[in-house]
């Protein structure tokens, strides 16, 4: 998947220091439901809607219900162990998971997941993600370009040893990658990442430049392979 080289705005941020609550939010359209991250400062309260259903409140007016208890969302939210993992995904549990139980809950909590489109800051639009993939064991780099729904999120990993530190391995949901793999590997720490894609969502940008964060460093001043000439 290859494009021609283009300006993209840069966001590069350092390490994630709050938690990432990644739910299932509905579409401006309101038929459907789609991913939507943001950082738990971000939150202004939850509740308890009804029985074994409770509600997070976002400072912006963004209203999103939670199939879990009050108490086990307030657990996982504020008591989660950042160090051990800083993205709480709570997609299985929100949007469709509890869609068909609104119509019972307060009005307050009804449609799930927002305020009016025009008055709403958190839009979910496809996000365009420029990186220098590297080859797995190697100092082999190469440009790519990926939407976000074209990447497998419950499959995010972190590579606390990779060749060259910390880094993030990403799965592809339909593509292959450069060197024609179905997981690519940047040399960027999975909380930097996840901070990124993050702020770029809630800005509603529809373009991520992390080129200069990913691009190919040799600590070992190993030269690249050769290329092949067959």
Do not use: C
Request: hydrophobic residues 40%; glycine residues 6%; aromatic residues 8%.
């Amino acid at each position: 998947m290859t494009e021609p080289l283009k300006k993209f705005s840069k966001r590069l941020l350092p390490d994630a220091d709050d938690l990432l609550l990644r739910v299932m939010a509905r579409t401006d359209g309101g038929d459907g439901f789609a991913p939507l991250s943001f950082k738990r400062e971000r939150i202004d309260y939850l509740t308890e809607v009804s029985p074994g259903v409770s509600g997070i409140a976002l400072k912006n007016g963004v209203k999103i219900a939670v199939a879990m208890s009050y108490e086990d969302l307030e657990r996982s939210v504020y008591f989660a162990d950042i160090g051990a993992d800083p993205v709480l995904d709570l997609r299985s549990v929100t949007g469709a998971a509890v869609s068909q139980t609104l119509p019972a809950l307060s009005p307050v909590f009804t449609d799930a997941a927002s305020v009016d489109s025009a008055n709403r800051p958190m839009v979910n639009k496809q996000l365009k993600i420029a990186v220098f993939v590297r080859q797995n064991e190697e100092q082999n780099f190469q440009m790519f370009f990926i939407t976000d729904d074209r990447i497998d999120w419950g499959k995010v990993e972190a590579l606390e040893q990779g060749k060259n530190g910390k880094a993030t391995k990403l799965a592809l949901l339909y593509d292959k990658g450069p060197f024609g793999e179905n997981k690519i590997i940047i040399d960027m720490p999975r909380p930097a990442f996840m901070e990124a894609y993050s702020k770029a969502k809630m800005e509603g940008a529809t373009e991520l430049d992390l080129r200069d964060w990913t691009r190919r460093r040799d600590p070992d001043k190993t030269p690249p392979p050769r290329p092949s000439l067959g």
